[in-house]
């Protein structure tokens, strides 16, 4: 039987480009594999002149400049991917490379083990990786932020300070309650890393998006995509954004913080007599914690910010009379807007 060489899938072969390759941003397992995506750590090997020719591929592809429906497949979703990874989608300049998100698990590991390691039961240690991995949260807050101009030094610095001490004070309280505490000694060290990282998290976005909640975000028209009432913040879509971004963060710590200590729990103690295999090697304790903290590092985030969409679409009813009653370029009535609630 003969070998038959297909010629390569192009756009142009694509029925209804570019909606059937891109995930449906309006469910949730879209929306995951989305960022799922984003976590890719290859991308980080991308060099500045390979993340040059995506961009202009991708610019070819949205102009529909001349021959652009005989770019491959192949490549148009890898371009797509490495610009997503790389560049912020409102500043349009490459986001520093250990706040990307493919840098989450390689960058996130070490604190972890760290935090939910048996030293770090002792409060100073358990001080130090909080305080470790609050400089690392800060800035990535600030490298995936919303907007185009980033804050203000001051700003950023207010909300170091505040996010390091919270985590700090939060994780030496609890380890001192809990030393104290024997009778609930247990769950008590299993909560301190997540208590003390929600917490954090919490007070670190209450500063450092503290502005968006008072003067507000940019808002978009959906069909144009142009600026709604010439620029001008919405205070309510800032304080949506800022809602929804806030409920994210208290649910990324979730299975960081709870689920590894569980497993590794039931894999190496008897539950109700039965004894597990792996509590008669040992030596298997550091490979399969390992393997377990980075099995959930790669889902942890985005399972997480997938709880909402990274743009957001709201009825002009929900924001300011200024924003009401507005007709597009176009000339059709603008009936929702969106906007970007940061990550």
Not at 88 to 100: D, N, T, V, W
Request: aromatic share 10%; charged share 15%; glycine share 8%.
């Amino acid at each position: 039987m003969g070998h038959s060489n297909a010629a390569p899938l192009t756009l142009g072969d694509v029925a209804h480009f570019p909606h059937d390759l891109q995930p449906d941003q309006s469910t949730y397992g879209g929306r995951f594999f989305h960022f799922l995506a984003m976590t890719d750590p290859r991308t980080l090997l991308t060099t500045p002149t390979r993340l040059a020719l995506s961009e202009q591929l991708l610019e070819k592809v949205g102009k529909r400049d001349d021959g652009w429906q005989d770019v491959r497949v192949t490549d148009y979703l890898d371009a797509r991917q490495r610009v997503q990874c790389i560049v912020h989608p409102e500043s349009k300049q490459p986001i520093l490379l250990p706040f990307r998100f493919s840098a989450f698990v390689p960058m996130n590991f070490i604190n972890l083990c760290g935090m939910l390691a048996p030293s770090q039961q002792t409060p100073l240690r358990g001080m130090f990786w909080q305080f470790s991995n609050q400089t690392y949260n800060v800035g990535f807050n600030y490298c995936n932020g919303s907007g185009k101009n980033g804050l203000p030094m001051r700003e950023l610095c207010l909300g170091y300070c505040v996010a390091t001490c919270t985590a700090c004070g939060i994780s030496y309280a609890m380890s001192k309650m809990a030393a104290s505490s024997a009778a609930v000694g247990g769950f008590w060290k299993l909560m301190i890393p997540y208590t003390a990282v929600a917490c954090a998290n919490i007070a670190n976005l209450g500063v450092i998006r503290f502005r968006d909640v008072l003067q507000g975000i940019a808002v978009q028209d959906p069909e144009t995509g142009t600026d709604l009432n010439d620029g001008t913040p919405s205070a309510v879509a800032g304080r949506l954004a800022v809602a929804q971004v806030g409920l994210s963060r208290v649910m990324i710590p979730v299975p960081l913080m709870l689920l590894p200590p569980v497993f590794m729990n039931f894999l190496f103690h008897p539950v109700k007599g039965i004894p597990f295999f792996v509590k008669r090697h040992t030596q298997l304790y550091l490979p399969m914690n390992v393997l377990t903290l980075v099995s959930v590092l790669c889902v942890a985030l985005p399972m997480s910010i997938a709880v909402f969409p990274q743009t957001t679409v709201v009825p002009v009813t929900w924001l300011e009379k200024s924003f009401q009653g507005r007709k597009n370029d176009l000339g059709h009535a603008v009936t929702h807007a969106q906007f970007n609630k940061g990550l």
